[in-house]
Structure formats: C-alpha cells, structure tokens
C-alpha cells in the first residue's frame, strides 16, 4: 500500500466472537495501536464484568479508550466520536494503519459516519426521567416512549435503558421524536475505512458466551459487583453482567439463577448486535476460526485501496 494512504482496520462482531484476539493480531501485523469502540471497557470501575482484554494483551499492543474514564464521567456516542478522531490523526503520525475494535455499533457509526445533532436537553429533564426510571423501571420507560414516541419505540432498543431515556429526554424537551433529527447524512472522513466483520456459528459463539460468563464467575465477578454498589444507579452499570448480580446481592434471585439469566440476556445481546452489523453493507464478514484467513483477507483488502 502506499505510505501516504492513511486507513482504519475496524474488527466488529458480536460479544464472545473473539474480536480482541484478531484485533491484536492485526495490529501486530501492521505494527500499529488499537483502539476500543467498547461503550463499557473505555471505565477503569469495570473489569471483569466487561470483558476486559486481558494484562497480556494490553501489554501486546498500546490499546486505547479501555479503563480511560470513569463511570461517573458522562461518556456517550459524541463523546467517542471525538475522541477517536483525534487519537486517529494523533496515531496516523506514526501510522499508516490504525485498528478499532469493539461491538459498540452506535460508536462505530459515530466514528465512520458522525452523528446527527440534537437540541441541548434541559438538565431537569434529564434528571426527572432518570429518576423516575430508577424508582419505577424498565416496564415504566417502555410504556412512557409506547405513548410519548410510539415511532421511536417501534424500531428502538426497548430493552436497553439509556437508549430510551435519551429519547424520551428528546420527545419531552422538543415536541418531536429522536428520529425526526436523523438526517441520514453522512460525515466525510479524511482516511479510508476497511470493515471487517467476525462470525461464528451460533451454536459456537453461544458455547463461547457461556463459557465467558462462566470464567467471569470464577474470576470474581460478584465481588467485582459488590465493590461497585455506590455506583448502581449509573447507566453503565444498568446492564448485563451488572444488573443480574445486583438482583442476587439484593436477595432477589439466587447466584446460579443470576448467572443464568446473564448468559440468557448476552445472548440476546449478542442476536441484535448482529440484527445492527447485518444492515451495514460495508462489512466484510469472515469466520472469526481461522486468524491466517483473516489476515489473507485484510491485506487484499487494504492492497486494492
């Protein structure tokens, strides 16, 4: 490839497919850093609950936007966008290649397309909507956007918290949906983008899903948990791997039904994660099995630019 020619590797997938292995891989390969498009791993509270890469390969290859910030700092899609475009130009000094890694499809969208912009929110607004989410749930934030934003709520994420306390934050503060200001433009990038997307076989990746969520366990997931307590009202600790052991350290469920319920919710996790990488038809999908396949593929890719 030509010298000049900047580009970004992005490796996406869904949880467990073993992106980070690959992710490493290549930027070995190209001799070049990592950046994480992980919307959890980027806040130094979690770990283990998260999927952290592991001390080995943090040390591998300098990865960054993982263990960066913490939970108490407002970190969103914009706020990565940001981020990862000016680390981007940063590394590009250095490199002609830079790999993302991550399964934050949002975030990825950011970073590749930028995002549309929406009005400021009221801060009472937001704090009214997060506060009453906290006293009365998930079933009372369905039902507020089914009749508020019945649009949004139709093709939104209504299992995931902090999606739809956002919508709702818009609808309130401006009259109007979160998808009246989806102008479908796209930003432009001054570097190329190669998207390479990880698959396996559901009853593998299923397999690996479980089998994580079982290490997780055993690596002390539940102390982990325990430890974050003060911080159970933040958005990032609202979900899976988190919210589950709360319920059992709460004397609401038991420890093996906890575990259960957190492989059951990563799995469905996992399914829109696809549902959302499926509709990009710039993905190039491969086996996540074979690394030497990968390789092959990302190099003629990145040789026709």
């Known amino acids: ?43 130094k509270e979690l770990n ?10 943090l040390a591998e290859v300098p990865h960054h936007f993982i263990a960066s910030h ?19 130009d940063q590394l590009f000094r250095d490199h002609d290649v830079v790999v993302m890694v991550g399964g934050t499809g949002l975030y990825l969208k950011a970073f590749t397309e930028g ?15 997060l506060t009453d989410y906290e006293t009365k749930g998930l079933e009372w934030l369905q039902k507020e956007l089914a009749v508020k934003d019945p649009d949004f709520f139709s093709v939104g994420e209504i299992q995931n918290p902090q999606r739809m306390m956002r919508a709702l ?20 990038r001054g570097f190329d983008v190669i998207k390479i997307g990880l698959e396996l076989s559901k009853d593998k990746l299923h397999h690996n899903i479980n089998s994580r969520v079982d290490k ?28 589950e052991i709360f319920e059992y350290l709460d004397g609401n469920t038991s420890l093996a039904n906890a575990i259960g319920q957190i492989k059951q919710h990563t799995r469905h996790y996992a399914k829109r994660q696809m549902t959302w990488f499926r509709k990009d038809q710039e993905i190039n999908w491969i086996s996540a099995k074979d690394i030497n396949e990968i ?11």
């Open 295 to 305: 390789i092959a593929m990302v190099k003629q890719l990145v040789d026709e630019l």
């Open 115 to 129: 995002l549309d912009p929406i009005p400021e929110i009221d801060g009472a607004v937001r704090e009214k909507i």
């Open 169 to 188: 934050e818009v609808v309130e503060s401006t009259g109007k949906s979160i998808l009246a200001f989806r102008t479908k433009k796209k930003s432009t």
């Open 70 to 88: 913490s939970v108490t700092e407002n970190v969103h899609a914009a706020f990565f966008e940001q981020f990862a475009l000016e680390k981007v």
């Open 48 to 57: 283990i609950g998260v999927a952290r890469p592991s001390e080995a390969e």
């Open 216 to 243: 997780m366990i055993n690596d002390g997931l539940v102390g982990e948990v325990f430890a974050l307590k003060d911080y159970r009202h933040i958005n990032a600790l609202q979900t899976v791997g988190y919210s």
């Open 1 to 43: 490839m030509s010298p000049h020619k900047k580009t970004v590797l992005i490796v996406c997938g869904p949880t467990a497919v073993g992106k980070t292995s690959v992710a490493v891989t290549l930027a070995k390969h190209f001799h070049t850093e990592i950046i994480s498009a992980d919307s959890r791993q980027c806040f």
